[in-house]
């Protein structure tokens, strides 16, 4: 069965720089949410997008913007990176708002 | 969201059934409880879930107190492969609250 696809699996960056990550969700989903973990963290919430909408918005820094297009794709953008950013980033993805599927997520290494 | 805990951790030995407990206490009426589970740094993998009534499919069962304030996953025969954290949920549909989990160890 297809699952939800992140992209890239890995990426470096210096501080200061910006990052993008995208995410396709199993298709027929509608749905994509945004998670980050820190090392050694639990999965944090970042941001939901149902229907090319924001459906709701947790943790996510003012420095990073994220938006769902019309084929239901998803992309983080995040600018001005910083140490602290440094992180597994997930995306998941539900048909409507029924149990989520995550991908497996991209490693991001801010030096 | 309800709030959820769980012990930090528990060891099972391999082919014993693997009992992992949640309490939820502040549940509402309509959240549902959903367990996931997280491989060493992999995405969280969707294990099952439920409202009020026992749940079973392939991979676990799904216990649910009357009063709803707490359940258990069962995992029927436990493999080495189970090792993982496992992570009980209360949700209305939308975010995940992500608690710290259960780290379930399978011994040999």
């Known amino acids: 069965a297809a699952g939800v696809i992140q992209s890239p699996r890995h990426l470096i960056k210096e501080k200061r720089e910006t990052a993008t990550l995208k995410c396709y969700p199993i298709p027929r989903h509608d749905t994509v949410y945004w998670y980050q973990q820190g090392p050694g963290q639990d999965p944090q919430f970042l941001i939901s997008?149902?229907?090319?909408?924001?459906?709701d918005k947790g943790s996510i820094p003012d420095r990073f913007s994220a938006q769902q297009f019309s084929d239901y794709h998803s992309e983080l953008n995040m600018s001005s990176l910083e140490l602290g950013d440094s992180a597994l980033y997930f995306c998941a993805s539900s048909f409507t708002y029924n149990e989520q599927f995550f991908g497996p997520g991209t490693r991001l290494t801010v030096l | 969201d309800a709030k959820t805990t769980q012990p930090p951790s528990m060891d099972c030995a391999e082919g014993r059934a693997a009992n992992l407990p949640c309490n939820h206490s502040t549940i509402s009426g309509n959240e549902y409880v959903y367990w996931y589970r997280q491989i060493h740094s992999q995405g969280p993998q969707y294990i099952i879930h439920?409202?009020?009534n026992n749940e079973t499919n392939e991979m676990a069962s799904l216990i649910i107190t009357e009063d709803r304030k707490s359940s258990t996953l069962i995992l029927p025969h436990a493999t080495l492969r189970d090792t993982a954290v496992y992570y009980c949920?209360?949700?209305?549909?939308?975010?995940?609250?992500f608690g710290t989990g259960t780290s379930l160890t399978v011994i040999p």
């Open positions: 997008f149902y229907e090319k909408m924001q459906s």
């Open positions: 949920i209360g949700n209305t549909g939308n975010q995940f609250y």
């Open positions: 439920g409202l009020k």
